[in-house]
């Protein structure tokens, strides 16, 4: 059982920056690929990006590309999520996942083990 704790959540204008991070309470967590999902009020959880194992490779949601990273330090067994331009349409609660896939997964179902999210709000 993989245990996913996030922080870095908060409020922020429009145009600023946030950095998200989500601690893995394994020691296999290098065997877990990783996402960032976001779900606002009223809408369905969607994918915002994803990381595989070693971080050899990252996958972005359209709305995203340009302003987000993920990256991944296995040492600390932490993945971290780098909000810039932030944009009021970025408001929501946003939830890292884990996966025992080798490949980014972008399916919300696909993921075994979620944190219970952090609120980030923009203020435009």
């Known amino acids: 059982q993989v245990q996913l704790v996030e922080s870095g959540g908060g409020l922020v204008q429009a145009g600023g920056s946030l950095r998200l991070s989500c601690a893995a309470s394994e020691r296999t967590f290098r065997t877990y690929s990783m996402g960032w999902f976001r779900q606002a009020p009223g809408k369905e959880r969607e994918f915002v990006a994803g990381?595989?194992?070693?971080?050899?490779?990252?996958n972005y949601a359209d709305p995203v590309k340009g302003r987000f990273t993920i990256s991944r330090d296995n040492a600390k067994n932490t993945v971290y999520l780098q909000m810039n331009s932030l944009k009021p349409e970025d408001t929501a609660v946003y939830y890292c996942?884990?996966?025992?896939?080798?490949?980014?997964?972008?399916?919300?179902?696909?993921?075994?083990?979620w944190g219970q999210g952090t609120q980030v709000t923009v203020s435009s």
């Open positions: 990381i595989t194992r070693s971080g050899g490779s990252t």
């Open positions: 996942a884990a996966n025992s896939r080798s490949t980014v997964i972008v399916t919300p179902a696909l993921y075994d083990y």
